[in-house]
């Protein structure tokens, strides 16, 4: 199959970035001088909100409807819920990640302290949080050095929890809030997959492979975890495998990344792949190439251009 995709414009105010933000998937935002800023599907500005967070602070996650929001600053969580306006709650946790649940409790995590004479941290603390900052539950992650990716369930109270740990591959977890206990359940322990994203009904899962494997991406059902859909790079002459960006566009499409090659398209059951014609591409990559995609609603993906050192945030839809 082959796909096209025209450019929609270029999101300056991002310099490169690709936010990662739990809550608003297939959606555009970050944090700018303390103001939340929301991206349309014409990649201009659609809505600009006031908040109480410093100007410095990293956007962590947020709930659906912006009413919510979770970011860290100076070493600490900074939550404001209900008015985003209002003094926000302030936890001395040098958080690495945050997720809000459907209830409105906080699953966050953040690296547990460095023992004598380690440089870095061993494992990795997982708290279940009232927006209030009390601490419900807590439990310990083992994974060196780790950097955390979170994935929220659309509707169940759960969480899919990377820990990648660079060439020591990673720690793939579902953390569960089961009536205010933590529950963590280690998952796929013999494979070497990355999370990216749920379908929107959530009763999907999408992974890519990992890295140091490259060849196979995969579909599994939810809650089961059962594989039920793959693609392998060789199906599509892929040169250098698949990349760990991506997700699903629709409950009927799904968005991949092939390394240094361009996106992939596939359905559902990543049937019918095959890469997409990024029109014009040459003229604002040169030499480069696509560095990280990210679904940005059904018709439309964001894609991080790399070329010469620079990279640039740009908006592409489907035609």
């Known amino acids: 199959m082959s796909y096209r995709a025209e450019l929609v414009g270029i999101v ?3 310099r490169g970035r690709l936010p990662h933000v739990p809550g608003l998937a297939g959606r555009l935002a970050s944090l700018d001088d303390g103001d939340l800023l929301v991206w349309n599907g014409a990649a201009g500005i659609e809505r600009t909100v006031t908040t109480s967070l410093p100007s410095s602070a990293e956007l962590l996650a947020a709930t659906p409807d912006l ?8 070493e600490e969580l900074w939550i404001v819920s209900g008015d985003v306006t209002a003094p926000a709650v302030r936890i001395a946790i040098p958080v690495d990640g945050a997720v809000f649940l459907p209830s409105g409790r906080l699953i966050v995590t953040a690296p547990s302290a460095q023992r004598e004479g380690k440089s870095f941290s061993e494992s990795h603390r997982v708290l279940l949080l009232e927006p209030t900052g ?6 310990v992650v083992e994974a060196d050095d780790a950097a955390p990716y979170l994935l929220r369930h659309p509707v169940d109270a759960a969480v899919v929890c990377d820990f990648l740990m660079g060439q020591d591959g990673n ?3 579902v953390v569960r809030d089961v009536d205010g206990r933590l529950e963590v359940e280690e998952i796929f322990r013999a494979e070497d997959y990355v999370t990216l994203s749920f379908s929107p009904l959530g009763d999907r899962v999408l992974f890519s492979p990992y890295p140091s494997d490259p060849e196979r991406a995969v ?3 939810w809650p089961g975890l059962a594989i039920d859909a793959s693609l392998d790079a060789a199906a599509i002459d892929l040169e250098m495998g698949f990349d760990v960006s991506g997700g699903h566009l629709s409950d009927d499409r799904i968005l991949l990344l092939a390394t240094e090659q361009g996106p992939v398209l596939a359905d559902r059951d990543l049937t019918n792949p095959g890469l997409i014609e990024m029109v014009d591409l040459e003229d604002y990559v040169g030499d480069g190439f696509v560095e990280t995609v990210a679904p940005f609603g059904a018709d439309a993906f964001v894609a991080v251009l790399w070329d010469a050192g620079k990279r640039t945030t740009t908006v592409w839809r489907l035609i």
Do not use: P, Y
Not at 68 to 74: G, H, N, Y
């Open 12 to 14: 300056n105010e991002l």
């Open 67 to 74: 009413t919510s929001l979770a970011a860290s600053f100076d």
């Open 134 to 139: 009390a601490v419900i539950d807590e439990a």
């Open 171 to 173: 720690v793939l977890t």
């Open 219 to 221: 579909v599994a059902t």
